[in-house]
């Protein structure tokens, strides 16, 4: 007995510094004992081990142990934080009807409990039912409620993921000074290091998609640096969810070939419950694949990333229309735009869908679909969010081929440092220049994009930039001022 309850000291210890492997060992091997019943709270610590260490099932299961012991303990908050824990994992696991079941029975638990700190967590769970249900007041005060019963419960932890909860809604509204000013604070104790393992994983998590999907390409990049930074020990279940926000930025930013290695070690880090992340991974390869014309690669990788869960668009209809297949093209991109419940949430996603829309319009001599779909991108770009402005005025001058919106679409890209889309511009430009006459900047434009996409490894565009030169320009990738 004496050394179980040393055992279990231990163990104690480790969950409490989070040294998670050691916990996980410590605490299965006094549940082993005949005598070291653990209590619910140990439980609750095997259970968190257990998913630190990558075993998915053993958490649920200790955690189900968890939530009997707090039960026949007499506990409620016990009871019901463990039974909000087990709907995530639930949810997590594409389990939706357990996860529905768990959530009732953590609202039951906790229903005499309205000013306790573990009603966050149900406030965090009716922001986001709300925003589901298209009902943004219901929405705001739920996350507002979260950040009050923060306040009061003196937990950073809490208050920070009651502001990113917050922000997460005001961006969804299109609030978006105000979401980033919030957001800015949830991650100020992140960065610094201040909260447990579990908050801020989970807070990297979220921040990074949320900014990305509102097209911040300033925070992603930055928040992706510091969250590699703190998920680089080896183990980490955050590293795959965290590494695919690092891919993200290395596609916009042209550094393809280590954006495909690292989207390959996201499938390597994801854990069961986060497929979502391995999909979006695949989803990136098979975009680089795809504007490198590897075609059959593209496909295998835009295949699996719809086994996973996610819809392979634009890159699938991009690749179509290629290939000459602008109608089926057009029949993709129409069903991803309708598959958008919300697109509020993800303004990035459906600027990419009408951008793709817009060049298939083109493609098939509809101009005036394709200004309607450049119009609707306009009204997503925000004027303090570069990213979509860029992608707006791209939008408008491939329509026009007016050197205005071209212009400023170019000058955006490069200060963002995005090459590829850079070196699309140029060659709209390069048309725009040779129907005013100007056939010395149209031959500058297509060297200095081909040049570009050379360097990317862009073999079809580059193809097209060189077919569009004249025959003695061909040679070279310089720009020539002579």
Known sequence: MAMTVAVLERARSAAAREDWAGAYALLHEADRHPAGALTPADLDALADSAWWCGHVDESV???????AAY??????RGAGLTAWWLADEHR????????????HRARHQLEDRPDCPEQCYLAWTD?????EHHDPAAALAAARRMTRLAVRSGRPDLLALGHQAEASVLLAQGRRAEALALLDEAMAPVTAGE???????RLYDLALTR???????????????AAMAWCAA????????????????????????????AARLVHQEVLVDELDAAAAASYAAGE???RQGRVEEAVRSFGRAHELGRVPQPGLALLRLAQGRADTALAGLRLALDCQSDPGHDLLGRARLLGALTETHLALGDRAAASAAATELERLAPPDAPLLTAMASAARGSVTLAHAPLRRALSLWLRLHVPYEAARVRMLLAAADRAAGDEESARRELRAARASLDRLGAAPDARRATALLPEGSRRGTAPSYA
């Open 61 to 67: 299961a200790a955690r189900l142990r968890a939530h």
């Open 195 to 201: 909260l447990g393992g579990l908050a801020t994983g």
């Open 92 to 103: 997590r696991l594409g389990r939706p009807a357990a996860a529905a079941g768990w959530l």
């Open 71 to 76: 039960v026949a303990a007499g506990d409620r």
């Open 288 to 290: 680089i694949q795809r």
């Open 211 to 225: 900014c990305m999907a509102a097209a911040d390409l300033d925070r992603t990049a930055r928040w992706t640096d």
């Open 234 to 261: 080896p183990g980490n279940p955050f590293r795959g969810p965290c590494r695919i926000h690092r891919v993200e930025v290395l596609d916009l930013l042209g550094e393809w070939a280590r954006a495909e290695d």
């Open 127 to 131: 922001a986001e039912e709300a925003g």
